[in-house]
């Protein structure tokens, strides 16, 4: 209890200038001392029967009398987890859901390792989506110091694994090990933290580490380790690794170098649970492509620091997308069955490294799966171990830029060899799109990307913009297919192709380049005019502005330009 009355105890302090009567204290310093302590045990028991006493008008369904109770209690400077829990658990009884978990929000920053404030969040997802539900318990169940709290948690988890549709998995963690011997005792114990004992198996494949971490591992009880003869790269290992877990669960592929802060990994369950069409997802870190936090912290503990502040409930915590960085990624079991290839989850062909993330994310849309970044689960990463750089003969630790160059670009014609496309031009986001938005627009707005390739970003629009509308043209049927499972996209030619949508519906029409190599600019012109609607934006490229006919054209059709964004130039449509 004394976690939640800190503010208390400036109550109860004793003022000993008047305890001082005749220039001779009225009492001793031990009895000073031990009114001190009779007085603290009397205002947190006080308490404590307030607490429980509004936890039973809250159980009894006396939500006005309960409220008005925890309103006097706030206005005597009462503060403290309990009191968070009260006002989140009352919320959640009247209905008001995104309230609570706001209340929760704040409490879980301060204390994120509070039992009862995820037992809260669970209620709040129990007529939702029961497996996220039973994640919020399991979690509650990690942090619970009471055995009477615990057996009410199992029994209450015990009750929603006999519901219908229940598939909350066991998770192996699988690890690729090389060097960083240090690193590797914080991965590891970081897994150990975050996740509840008995639920979970680590399995580490080693590629003849030479800093002793081998040693360390041979230690350790609960890690299944597979010592490599050679450093076969970061592919086969995971694949040795995959082979060895047991496949009825999740499969977590981290990285020797990553470290997982607290409710990092709980957060991205909960993104993989939400719903069937989800098969991965990928922490937001200091050092992942695509995926970098900003500001971006520089050390381990700055990451953790920063954590406390972006692992907690959000309204909108996911982004789609079409390729995740292989550092961190949580499989689903189903997905990783449906995509694994004769037992592997990787393709060799990428060994020692590079593009092999990429082939997984791809072959994971291909097989009708979802990919999600996960912007409320934070991860350190190191980056740029795991391998000797471009090269995996034993002879050869360490290899120059030019060598990792050549690796990476061997991996990349390798990956377009396979899939007949060049993801590194698909995968980029440009951020300058979401920039380029009036942001204090309430109203849900449309948008309409043209040449928008697998729909990276239109996927990142639809993450900053929730309420937002997102559609896109591209001409290459692979990336369409691909880029189907994140975003709205159509397969065809954006100057011939017969826009399905309403005339004058969209907001914004990001057409950049597709303007510039239009064969006829006026038709073209005319029909980006005639889906725009009175007062919307066309952006195309700053490039533009030199060549006159589009200008004169633009100016023809109502346009007026109204800005600059990098890159980008805004026309407003009359």
């Given at each position: 209890?004394?976690r939640?009355?800190?503010?208390?105890t400036e109550?109860?302090c004793i003022?000993?200038?008047?305890?001082?009567?005749g220039?001779?204290e009225s009492?001793?310093?031990?009895?000073?001392?031990?009114?001190?302590q009779?007085?603290?045990?009397?205002?947190?028991e006080g308490e404590g029967?307030?607490?429980?006493?509004?936890?039973k008008m809250i159980?009894e369904?006396r939500?006005q009398?309960?409220?008005q109770?925890i309103?006097?209690?706030k206005?005597?400077?009462?503060?403290g987890?309990?009191?968070i829990?009260?006002?989140?658990e009352?919320?959640v009884?009247e209905?008001?859901?995104e309230?609570?978990?706001r209340?929760?929000a704040?409490?879980?920053?301060?204390d994120?390792?509070h039992s009862?404030?995820f037992?809260?969040?669970?209620?709040t997802?129990s007529?939702?989506?029961?497996?996220?539900a039973?994640?919020?318990?399991?979690q509650a169940?990690?942090y619970?110091?009471?055995e009477?709290?615990e057996?009410?948690?199992?029994?209450?988890m015990?009750?929603?694994?006999?519901?219908?549709?229940f598939?909350?998995?066991?998770?192996s963690f699988l690890i690729?090990?090389?060097?960083?011997?240090?690193?590797m005792?914080e991965?590891?114990?970081?897994i150990?933290?975050?996740?509840?004992?008995g639920?979970?198996?680590?399995v580490?494949?080693d590629?003849r580490?030479?800093d002793?971490v081998?040693?360390?591992?041979r230690d350790q009880?609960d890690?299944?380790l597979?010592e490599?003869g050679?450093?076969v790269g970061y592919?086969?290992g995971?694949?040795?690794?995959y082979?060895?877990c047991?496949?009825?669960?999740?499969?977590?592929?981290?990285?020797?170098d990553?470290?997982?802060?607290?409710n990092?990994?709980?957060?991205l369950r909960m993104a993989?649970?939400?719903?069937?069409e989800v098969?991965?997802?990928g922490p937001?870190s200091?050092?992942?492509s695509?995926?970098?936090i900003?500001p971006?912290p520089?050390?381990?503990e700055?990451?953790?620091?920063?954590?406390k502040?972006?692992?907690?409930?959000s309204e909108?915590?996911?982004?789609?997308?079409?390729s995740?960085?292989?550092?961190?990624?949580l499989i689903?079991?189903?997905a990783?069955?449906?995509?694994?290839?004769?037992?592997?989850?990787?393709?060799d062909?990428y060994?020692?490294a590079?593009?092999?993330d990429?082939?997984l994310?791809?072959?994971i849309?291909?097989?009708?799966?979802?990919?999600r970044?996960?912007h409320?689960?934070?991860?350190?990463?190191?980056?740029?171990s795991?391998?000797?750089?471009?090269?995996?003969k034993e002879?050869?630790?360490?290899?120059?830029?030019q060598?990792k160059?050549e690796?990476l670009q061997k991996?990349?014609?390798?990956?377009?060899?396979?899939?007949g496309f060049?993801?590194w031009v698909?995968k980029?986001v440009?951020t300058?799109?979401?920039d380029?938005i009036?942001?204090?627009?309430n109203a849900?707005?449309?948008?309409?990307?043209l040449?928008?390739?697998m729909g990276a970003n239109?996927?990142?629009l639809?993450?900053?913009?929730p309420e937002?509308?997102?559609a896109?043209i591209d001409?290459s049927?692979l990336?369409?297919?691909?880029?189907?499972r994140?975003?709205?996209?159509?397969y065809?030619?954006?100057e011939t192709?017969?826009f399905?949508w309403?005339k004058?519906s969209?907001?914004?029409?990001?057409?950049v380049?597709?303007l510039g190599?239009?064969a006829?600019k006026?038709s073209?012109t005319?029909?980006?005019?005639?889906y725009?609607k009175?007062?919307?934006?066309l952006?195309?490229?700053s490039d533009?502005?030199?060549?006159e006919?589009i200008q004169?054209l633009?100016?023809?059709?109502?346009f007026?330009r109204?800005?600059?964004?990098?890159d980008?130039c805004n026309y407003?449509?009359?």
């Open positions: 209890k004394l939640g009355f800190r503010a208390l109550e109860i003022d000993r200038e008047g305890m001082v009567e220039g001779k009492c001793t310093c031990h009895e000073r001392e031990k009114d001190e009779e007085s603290l045990s009397l205002v947190i029967r307030m607490v429980e006493e509004i936890a159980a369904g939500g009398e309960a409220a109770a309103t006097r209690a206005q005597e400077g009462k503060v987890s309990d009191w829990v009260l006002e989140a009352l919320a009884t209905g008001r859901i309230e609570a978990r209340l929760l704040e409490g879980l920053e301060q994120p390792e009862e404030f037992v809260v969040l669970g209620e997802y007529f939702e989506n029961s497996n996220l039973y994640l919020c318990f399991e169940l990690l619970c110091q009471k009477e709290d057996e009410m948690i199992c029994a209450v015990e009750e929603m694994r006999k519901r219908c549709g598939r909350v998995r066991e998770t690729v090990s090389y060097n960083d011997r240090e690193l005792k991965c590891v114990s970081a150990r933290k975050s996740v509840r004992r639920t979970y198996e680590i580490v494949v590629n580490s030479t002793g081998q040693k360390w591992l009880l890690i299944r597979i490599n050679r450093n592919p086969t995971m694949n040795i690794a082979r060895a047991r496949k009825e669960n999740d499969i977590f592929m981290l990285n020797n990553a470290v997982l802060t607290p990092a990994y709980f957060w993989l649970y939400a719903g069937r098969g991965a997802v937001m200091n050092e992942a695509g995926q970098t900003s971006v520089g050390t381990m700055e990451t953790f620091l920063l954590a502040g972006i692992n907690l409930p909108n915590p996911c982004e789609e997308a079409l995740l960085t292989g550092f961190a990624v689903g079991a189903e990783a069955k449906s995509v694994s290839m004769e037992k592997d989850i990787m393709d062909r060994s020692p590079y593009f092999e990429d082939d994310s791809v072959r849309l291909y097989a009708g799966y979802r990919n970044i996960v409320n689960a934070l991860v350190y990463h190191k980056g740029g795991g391998f000797p750089e471009g090269n995996v002879e050869e630790e360490k290899v120059p830029a060598a160059m690796l991996s990349r014609k390798q990956f377009v060899d396979k899939w060049d993801i698909y980029g440009w300058d799109f979401a380029v009036d942001k204090e627009q849900p707005i449309r948008i309409l990307e040449d928008c390739g239109l996927c990142y639809q993450y900053r913009f937002s509308v997102c896109g001409r049927p990336a369409v297919g691909l880029g189907r994140a975003a709205d996209l159509r065809g030619d954006c192709f017969a399905p309403r004058h969209f907001d914004y029409i990001f057409a380049d597709a190599r239009a006829d006026a073209f005319g029909k980006l005019a005639n725009l009175e007062g919307g934006f952006v195309i490229h533009l502005l030199q060549d006919t004169n633009l100016g023809k059709e109502g007026v109204t800005g600059k964004v990098g980008l407003r449509y009359r």
